[in-house]
């Protein structure tokens, strides 16, 4: 018998835990992607606006630098 009880809050356990992550992961997805602050605007040059090179340039950078 007290074998049962311990499978029994194990798995008790064991689902309160999965049900934690997942909401965790259901905050994370969901989280509000809008101002930074409200009354704030973003900044301008933000990393994710900056461009970035192209893959040919940089190949063809790469070779015009080789010694041979």
């Known amino acids: 018998m007290n074998d049962v009880i311990i ?3 194990g798995c008790f356990v064991s689902l309160v835990v999965a049900c934690a ?3 965790l992961l259901w ?3 969901n ?3 809008g101002e930074i602050m409200p009354g704030q605007q973003a900044n301008a ?3 994710s606006s900056r461009p970035t090179p192209s893959a040919p340039a940089l190949a063809q950078s790469l070779e015009s630098k080789s010694p041979a």
Do not use: K, Q
Request: net charge neutral; proline share 13%.
């Open 27 to 29: 905050g994370a997805s």
């Open 31 to 33: 989280e509000p992607r």
């Open 21 to 23: 992550v997942g909401l």
């Open 45 to 47: 040059a933000s990393p």
């Open 7 to 9: 499978l029994g809050l």
